[in-house]
């Protein structure tokens, strides 16, 4: 339950799973994708929900995938991808990912806890660290990857006004997704869904 004089910062803390309490699948999406895909184990992959702290109010990082990229092209993500054998636990793999596609070090981040496990319809099962980033932090892009990165106020996607619900047909069944539009980027799919889980559990 919020309290009146509750900061952003420390809903989110009260909110999140915590460093010992690692997510494992299936994901909190799991039954919503009975039946759309294969069944089996799904690859594992890690993305850093970032965090940044700016005159007491928080504001959220994501990155836009380059438009020439196979997959996603243009879309709108956290950093973050597969995780590989040589990565400690999804924490690392989600560090490594954010210094290869945007260059930022590990020392300007600090993980403090996890988000729900959630299943992607590409078969993967990814696991949201959440992170400080500390509010000088600069990039440098792979542009092989990676087009731009902007962060959006936590508090728009807080007001549930600004919150969308679509209707999309995927091999022959309706699927319902999320999407917000802020500053002329479309936040949407999956990296609006992992979203709306820190929202509702904000919210609880």
């Known amino acids: ?61 994501f990155t836009r995938r380059n438009d020439d990229m196979t997959q996603h092209a243009g879309q709108v993500s956290f950093p973050g991808g597969g995780v590989d054998p040589g990565d400690a636990d999804a924490i690392a793999a989600a560090l490594r990912e954010t210094y290869e596609e945007i260059g930022i070090d590990s020392a300007l981040v600090e993980p403090f806890g996890y988000l729900d496990a959630f299943e992607t319809i590409s078969n993967y099962c990814v696991i949201p660290v959440v992170a400080w980033l500390a509010a000088d932090y600069k990039v440098t892009l792979n542009p092989r990857e990676v087009a731009e990165v902007f962060e959006v106020p936590l508090a728009f996607f807080l007001d549930a006004s600004n919150r969308h619900t679509l209707r999309m047909n995927f091999r022959g069944k309706q699927r319902e997704i999320y999407e917000y539009q802020h500053g002329g980027q479309r936040i949407w799919g999956a990296t609006a869904a992992m979203l709306l889980n820190l929202l509702k559990r904000m919210e609880r």
């Open 1 to 61: 339950m919020t309290t009146g004089n509750e900061s952003e910062r420390d809903r989110v803390l009260r909110s999140v799973r915590s460093l010992r309490d690692v997510p494992s699948a299936p994901g909190w999406n799991h039954e919503e994708l009975a039946g759309l895909i294969e069944d089996g184990p799904r690859r594992p992959a890690a993305v850093l929900v970032a965090l940044i702290e700016r005159g007491g109010a928080l504001s959220v990082l």
